[in-house]
């Protein structure tokens, strides 16, 4: 789970000498970030099938492989559309370790401890972020922007060696799971199609939203628009970030006692009231770096309760077919924060108006998916979807929402 948080948070403090070096202007660094969400949500579309097929260590070494060599290719990228170019490359590799990670917790668990270990995993997710920056901003000063991406390769390398020595099995391979465009299309659209799956993934990547923000607005909002330095902002970083990882460690302890749906529903509706909140505050120009640090800092603390227990949500309405399952949730995921990172990217400068509008867009549509569903609880019937010429018996659940 740490290699995608690394991959895209390390290199942040160093847009600023990435951009004079390259000749561009820091904004359009953003097409960096931009094209790893994109090579993400492709390679993720493949490697849902293949870890069904294969089970999850055979395609984690493919990945690996595609990592490391991309990774080396953007150390030494000549320019912008180059690097864009090996970071699209360095996330179509790297994309499986994250659907080995959550297709494992589907396998393992049940709904609710589910909903815990997502929560805890993310802990662990959320600490690269808190630290990336900073080891970013030391290396940057040691071996410059390009070590960077050095540093990246030679962790990936540790962690995913480790991960392949001593993570558990998960289900076992299926070779009759077929491989065909065709055949993997229907796949999902089964998997999408099945009662619940979506209402809860959108909801919970929506409520993820703010970590993206967080990520292609940051850089240019505090040190272009509030002036702070380079390590200062990397401490920002880590302070927010840190939101996150403490409410995600909240979850894991709350759905031993609480409803996994209950604490979603106070998540997304807090996380609401504090984006909008955040939004009238730039609007009205009294918001100031402070309060929206505090602000930021409350609206991503609420992913923690929102995102875990939507994802397990999600992953529970799929009987069959986990590592595809799996990848569907990590598509849609990085799909909104492609989306996102795509519209911030296109604005010559980050500023607070923008940013708040980002996180209370994102926040109310999410909170909106979920009112959405509720209103038709209960339409839910049971169905069942079978095609055997496909050999890809998948079947759907009943609706048992709230």
Known sequence: MTITPVSIDMYLPAFLKIARELGTRPGN???????????????????????????????????ALAYLFSSLGCAFAPSLDALVAFRFFQALGGGVAGVVAVALVRDLFARQEAAGMLSLLTVILGASPLLAPSLGNVVLSVLGWRGIFLVQMVFAAIVITF????LPGGSKPDREVPLRPRSIVKTYAAIAATP???RYALAGCLSFAPVFILVAGSPDLFMRYFHVDPQSYAMIFGLLSLGWVGSNQLNALLVRRFDSDGLLVIGLTCQAAVAVTFLIGALGSWCGLVTSIVLFFFSLSFVGLALPNASAGALSRVEARGGSAAALLGVLQTGIAATVTAILGGFPAKNLVLVAAALAISALLARAMLLQGAKRRGAGSER?????RDGLPIRYGRETIG
């Not at 969400?37 to 493949?46: D, H, P, S, T, Y």
């Not at 991960?163 to 001593?166: D, I």
Request: proline share 4%; aromatic share 22%; charged share 15%.
């Open 384 to 388: 069942n979807w079978d095609d055997r």
């Open 163 to 166: 991960g392949l020595t001593v």
């Open 196 to 198: 619940g799956f979506l």
């Open 29 to 63: 660094l953003t097409l960096t970030i931009f094209g790893y969400f994109v090579g993400l949500a492709i390679g993720q579309i493949f490697y849902g099938p293949l870890l069904d097929r294969y089970g999850w260590k055979r395609p984690l070494r493919w990945g």
